[in-house]
């Protein structure tokens, strides 16, 4: 009896210490959770920051999740890595409309970029921001995925948008996410470095 009811007590404290774990691993900001790890092309990320972008100071638009294979606060590493990168946005408010949003896009590409690379891609920069013609509301998503060999890959809501496979282009994506000329918040929370 003695054994049985010390088995129990072994397994209960097994048991407490895993949903421990489980739960542990989700990080939340703005009332949305982000898994710490996910699993993409076979390979498993791990969440590298989390950020939340604002508008006029008190409008909440979306919360973001950054995920890498290679966990860095590098921006450059972050930047220009060959890994599997992913990047979940889940927007908070019905204000962020898909013209609001081409733009902004538009105009964080070109300032986080060189000119003479912002020239150079302008296609794909129109091409990618073409993509972004859903006026959002709280719960939407977006997401973008880059697979080395694969390209970068844009959903909206689920539904698949493109791909585009030119390296330099990726980059200035991520440039735009957490280069130096980035927006300051999403940066640093991107790279975990708040």
């Not at 072994?10 to 009332?31: P, Q, R, S, Y």
């Not at 409008?59 to 930047?79: M, N, S």
Request: hydrophobic fraction near 35%.
């Amino acid at each position: 009896m003695k054994k049985k009811s010390r088995f129990f007590g072994i397994l209960t404290v097994v048991l407490i210490c895993t949903a421990g774990i489980v739960f542990a691993g989700d990080t939340e900001i703005a009332g949305v959770k982000f898994s710490q790890e996910k699993t993409i092309a076979g390979k498993t990320l791990n969440l590298n920051g989390v950020a939340l972008r604002k508008a006029l100071v008190v409008v909440k638009v979306f919360a973001g999740g950054f995920y890498l294979e290679k966990p860095t606060q590098d921006a450059r590493e972050a930047i220009e890595s060959e890994q599997v990168k992913h990047l979940s946005l889940h927007y908070l408010t019905s204000k962020a409309t898909a013209k609001k949003i081409q733009e902004g896009f538009i105009e964080a590409m070109e300032k986080a970029n060189p000119p003479e690379l912002v020239e150079k891609h302008r296609q794909e920069i129109d091409r990618f921001a073409s993509w972004l013609d859903t006026d959002m509301q709280p719960g939407s998503t977006t997401e973008s995925t880059y697979i080395p060999g694969e390209g970068l890959t844009f959903w909206v809501n689920g539904e698949k948008k493109g791909t585009i496979q030119d390296n330099e282009f990726i980059q200035m994506y991520y440039r735009y996410c957490v280069g130096e000329k980035a927006d300051k918040r999403l940066r640093k929370g991107y790279l975990g470095l708040k």
